[in-house]
């Protein structure tokens, strides 16, 4: 079955951390980019960073560069999101999903809700 399930959510205060994970199945993850899109109550979705299939190439959003790090290990079919100093408008639903920066993802996962909140 191929699929994507994202772990690692829960509440935070501002400033602390959190690490995100995604496992994936059923598809040849090292063959494939992958992504970390949020989407924030009542706000569409913002895409966070993507990390090439050998992990040569990481990109970040400006909102979330300096702060967060995305990575990999193609052995255990997983990607990771790596967040610190988190703030308030990082709450959001964080989901991991399979291919570049794009506006469609015909593949992702449930999501993992992160609260950033005193």
């Known amino acids: 079955q191929v699929q994507l399930v994202e772990s690692g959510g829960g509440l935070v205060q501002p400033g602390g951390s959190l690490r995100l994970s995604c496992a994936a199945s059923?598809?040849?993850?090292?063959?494939?980019?992958m992504s970390w899109v949020r989407q924030a109550p009542g706000k569409g979705p913002e895409w966070v960073s993507t990390?090439?299939?050998?992990?040569?190439?990481?990109t970040y959003a400006d909102s979330v560069k300096g702060r967060f790090t995305a990575y990999r290990d193609n052995a255990k079919n997983a990607l990771y999101l790596q967040m610190n100093s988190l703030k308030p408008e990082d709450t959001a639903l964080y989901y991991c999903?399979?291919?570049?920066?794009?506006?469609?993802?015909?593949?992702r996962g449930p999501g993992t809700q992160v609260t950033v909140s005193s």
């Open positions: 059923g598809f040849s993850f090292s063959s494939y980019w």
């Open positions: 990390v090439s299939s050998g992990s040569r190439t990481i």
């Open positions: 999903a399979r291919g570049p920066r794009s506006s469609n993802y015909p593949l």
